[in-house]
């Protein structure tokens, strides 16, 4: 049987920059899909919701993080900004807003081949060996459907960041782990110098959680180490 190739969709205004990404993720196996704006963008998933968006930020009109917002509210679809601003903010923000990873322009084109294939790679469901459903304090964690269950049953979907943030500390539970350990695991790589984007996850992770960061039982924080899932880890038969 024949596996269908992944498909990235590329959404961005510049036509050279998103003909070239075309040209080069077809070459290493991929199908690619494009658009130059969020209507582009949502005209293309009416008829079939690729398996990652790689979106720029600045864009005229709707910018990439509006998109990015509007994706959030009814899909999650693995998401890959790229920003050409050297500030920092935007790429806080489009984190927080629940992309999966960043770029910045200009960039390797190698370098995008590998963290869309590290996000695809993490974002794929667990093998058929491992529990669907695992229980950790008074929630449980759909690995299929990729949802949060509370005690009264409520789901609600997780982005593909925050999944594979939680991930990591149900595969490693009562273990502190350092933010440094905490990126490479969850992204495959190691973090560059200063990189604050796991504390961004962090945080929203524990509001989903129904936590934060001065009260938080479940994550806490060890003072100068990292964090800690501090609850077993139940497989649900």
């Not at 590329?10 to 070239?20: F, G, K, M, P, S």
């Not at 936590?211 to 880890?233: K, N």
């Amino acid at each position: 049987m024949t596996m269908q190739p992944s498909t990235v969709a590329v959404v961005d205004d510049d036509a050279e920059i998103r003909e070239l990404l075309k040209t080069y993720l077809e070459r290493q196996g991929f199908a690619v899909a494009l658009a130059e704006d969020g209507e582009a963008l949502r005209a293309l998933m009416q008829e079939a919701v690729p398996d990652l968006v790689v979106l720029d930020i600045m864009m005229p009109g709707e910018d990439g993080l509006s998109l990015c917002r509007d994706l959030r509210r009814h899909h999650q679809v693995p998401i890959i900004m790229l920003t050409a601003s050297a500030d920092e903010t935007d790429r806080i923000l489009g984190l927080e807003l629940g992309a999966d990873d960043y770029l910045a322009k200009p960039f390797n084109p190698r370098e995008l081949l590998a963290r869309i294939k590290a996000v695809l790679r993490r974002a794929r469901p667990v093998s058929p060996e491992a529990a669907r459903v695992v229980r950790f304090g008074h929630w449980r964690l759909d690995r299929i459907t990729r949802e949060l269950i509370d005690a009264e049953g409520q789901r609600s979907a997780l982005s593909g960041a925050d999944y594979l943030l939680l991930g990591v500390f149900l595969e490693h539970p009562e273990q502190v782990l350092s933010r440094e350990r905490l990126y490479d695991l969850s992204r495959g790589r190691r973090a560059p110098p200063l990189d604050r984007s796991i504390d961004v996850h962090m945080c929203r992770l524990r509001q989903r959680l129904g936590e934060d960061a001065q009260h938080s039982q479940l994550i806490r924080t060890v003072r100068g180490a990292g964090y800690v899932l501090a609850t077993t880890v139940d497989a649900e038969v």
